[in-house]
């Protein structure tokens, strides 16, 4: 997947509930309108049906695969955003609850808790360490789309 699409998904993630509701509510007809249901039918039952995800959690999805490839990879995500997760990552010789897992350390800035890395960052360690620890990015959102859909 390209960086120009993980970026997309992030940015309309971003918005507002009340821009977002909209979008929410015409993807939940949509499944019920191909899977021949009535407006009352539980919606979850149907994202399973098809096996995708609703759009905020999608965009959960996103920035967390974005952070994954920053915490492991040298491809293609920029350098700048690469750097930026790698210098809050938890990084010592020492053995604590968090030293094997890649944890994040959140800012108490006022800014930083607006900012989008605030989200990526509060997503990610929200995340159990088995996937977090994945050996792949596909085994990583394999696992990690499976937890969405079951939260």
Same mark, same amino acid.
């Given at each position: 997947?390209?960086? @120009?699409? =993980?970026?997309?998904?992030?940015?309309? &993630?971003? %918005? %507002? !509930?009340? =821009?977002?509701?909209?979008?929410?509510?015409?993807?939940?007809?949509?499944? @019920? %309108?191909?899977?021949?249901?009535?407006?009352?039918?539980?919606?979850?039952?149907?994202?399973?049906? $098809? /096996?995708?995800?609703? #759009?905020?959690?999608?965009?959960? =999805? +996103?920035?967390?695969?974005?952070?994954?490839?920053?915490?492991?990879?040298? &491809?293609?995500? +920029?350098?700048?955003?690469?750097?930026? $997760?790698?210098?809050?990552?938890?990084?010592? !010789?020492?053995? %604590?609850?968090? +030293?094997?897992?890649?944890?994040? $350390?959140? !800012?108490? /800035?006022?800014?930083?808790?607006?900012?989008?890395?605030?989200?990526?960052?509060? #997503?990610? /360690?929200?995340?159990? #360490?088995?996937?977090?620890? !994945?050996?792949?990015?596909?085994? $990583?959102?394999?696992?990690?789309?499976?937890? =969405?859909? /079951?939260?």
């Amino acid at each position: 997947m390209c960086v @120009r699409k =993980l970026l997309r998904h992030s940015v309309y &993630g971003k %918005t %507002t !509930s009340k =821009l977002l509701q909209p979008l929410h509510i015409s993807c939940n007809r949509v499944l @019920r %309108t191909l899977q021949y249901q009535n407006r009352f039918c539980n919606v979850k039952q149907l994202y399973l049906n $098809f /096996n995708i995800l609703p #759009v905020h959690q999608l965009y959960k =999805l +996103s920035i967390c695969k974005m952070v994954y490839k920053c915490l492991n990879y040298n &491809g293609p995500v +920029s350098t700048a955003i690469r750097d930026i $997760f790698k210098s809050i990552q938890l990084n010592h !010789s020492y053995h %604590t609850r968090l +030293s094997n897992t890649s944890y994040i $350390f959140p !800012s108490a /800035n006022h800014a930083f808790i607006k900012s989008y890395f605030y989200d990526c960052v509060s #997503v990610w /360690n929200q995340i159990p #360490v088995v996937i977090r620890n !994945s050996q792949s990015l596909n085994l $990583f959102s394999k696992h990690y789309k499976s937890y =969405l859909s /079951n939260v």
